[in-house]
């Protein structure tokens, strides 16, 4: 058996279910036999066409959501590249025989996405149950239990579809206020070398992933700046409140401290009191224009990258320590000082930037680098617009971006 070659189209072909594959535009790219049969439609009058040109709502039916119920349900698989099941769906279909006449027809969808090794959707796998026969018992005579649980699989069904469509609404509703929020806590302004200084926030795709990224940069005495980025731990209304908190206090604190590692020590000991930050990950750096270093202190964030005008690229990562509130005990952290040279470029981001699932966080970062070096030549809003065009996925990462490009 370990010798067998599997011919995995043949084994498609015939899957006892209902399975077609949709791009990422929702075009037809194949169907199984099951799902030509069942939907009454042939291979070519599937293939290469749009999904709703085929399957379009009844237009004699007003009241009709199937359509739109689909749409949302694949929209939200490549744009958070996550497994979706859908609630039971009444969508009628058009009779192949008789154009113009619709059939009253019942489904149980789920929706799959295949990723590309870059963490991008570049397949749907849409897979339908028809229970047209089982909803349509209901009128028929049938005796004790079985009319009981006829009854009673229709009842939860249509209440889990009206309890999805709720809490999709709550969830949106709340990935506004969130976003509202954290935009409010963001800083708007710049320090005085903002003109060579490019920052990006990019919210995550779907209603409950607003999270706790945050960026922060600050005028400090003598000729130098301090620059932060951090990722608050969790999603929603209170990532977002707890990463204003953080940020505030670790503005605060830089102004005063005698340097990164001084200014994390403090966010610490605060972070045990605010409900949330346990385990927020974050580095602040100190640039001094005058003496061409960047000095830097970590708690457990990815390392900030230094690209020189040569094409080298230094992992800012000599100065790592646990993120906040990850050990009892409080300890003095780690600092480190490199020198830099006119000209290399100073980038700061989230995770959001780089980490893809399933794939090894070096090969992220060596990715990150690889467009650095690409783009070092272009001033720094040029180097961020092109950093998020070349890592975040087509439909938008699951997680936040924060990211600072300094011009040194």
């Given amino acids: 058996m ?14 006892p279910g209902m399975v077609a594959l949709l ?42 959501t199937g359509m739109r119920n689909l749409a949302a349900s694949l929209r939200r698989v490549v744009e958070t590249g996550e497994r979706d099941a859908m609630a039971l769906q009444r969508y009628d279909v058009e009779s192949a025989d008789r154009p113009g ?10 929706n799959a996405p295949v990723l590309d090794s870059d963490g991008r959707v570049v397949l749907l796998v849409h897979r339908v149950e028809e229970v047209t026969e089982l909803i349509r018992a209901r009128g028929r005579p049938t005796s004790g239990r079985g009319r009981v649980l006829e009854a009673e699989l229709y009842t939860r069904a249509r209440e889990l579809q009206e309890l999805n469509e709720r809490l999709r609404t709550a ?30 926030y990019r919210p995550a795709v779907g209603s409950l992933n607003v999270c706790g990224d945050w960026y922060d940069l600050v005028d400090l005495p003598g000729d130098r700046i301090g620059v932060a980025v951090g990722d608050v731990v969790g999603h929603g209304l209170v990532a977002a409140g707890v990463m204003g908190q953080l940020r505030s206090a670790l503005s605060a604190t830089s102004r005063v401290a005698e340097g990164p590692a001084k200014a994390l020590e403090v966010l ?30 970590s708690a457990g964030h990815l390392p900030p990258l230094l690209v020189r005008l040569d094409g080298t690229v230094d992992h800012l990562d000599q100065a ?4 906040l509130g990850a050990r009892p005990e409080h300890l003095p952290r780690p600092q480190a000082t490199t ?11 989230t995770d959001g930037l780089v980490e893809r699932r399933g794939e090894d966080i070096d090969t992220s970062l060596d990715r990150l680098a690889a467009a650095l070096v690409r783009h070092r030549e272009a001033d720094p809003e ?11 996925p087509v439909g938008g990462a699951t997680d936040d971006t924060a990211l600072v490009v300094v011009r040194l």
């Fill in 268 to 297: 610490g000991l605060y972070a045990r009191s605010v409900d949330g930050a346990e385990n927020t990950t974050v580095v602040e750096t100190c640039i001094d224009w005058a003496a061409h270093t960047i000095t830097y202190s």
């Fill in 23 to 64: 791009t990422p535009d929702l075009v037809y790219a194949d169907a199984n036999d099951e799902f030509l049969y069942s939907s009454g439609r042939t291979r070519d009058q599937l293939i290469g066409r749009y999904l709703f040109d085929v399957f379009p709502d009844n237009p004699n039916d007003p009241s009709a």
């Fill in 171 to 200: 969830h949106a509703r709340e990935r506004e206020v969130a976003l509202a929020l954290q935009s409010a806590m963001l800083p708007v302004t710049l320090p005085s070398w903002d003109a060579r200084i490019a920052v990006r």
């Fill in 339 to 349: 020198a830099f040279g006119s000209g290399d470029t100073l980038v700061l981001y």
């Fill in 2 to 15: 370990p010798d067998t070659v599997i011919d995995y189209a043949a084994v498609f072909r015939l899957l």
């Fill in 101 to 110: 006449e619709w059939e009253e027809r019942y489904w149980s969808p789920v």
């Fill in 382 to 392: 040029r180097v961020a617009d092109a950093l998020l065009v070349d890592l975040l």
């Fill in 320 to 323: 790592t320590d646990p993120p």
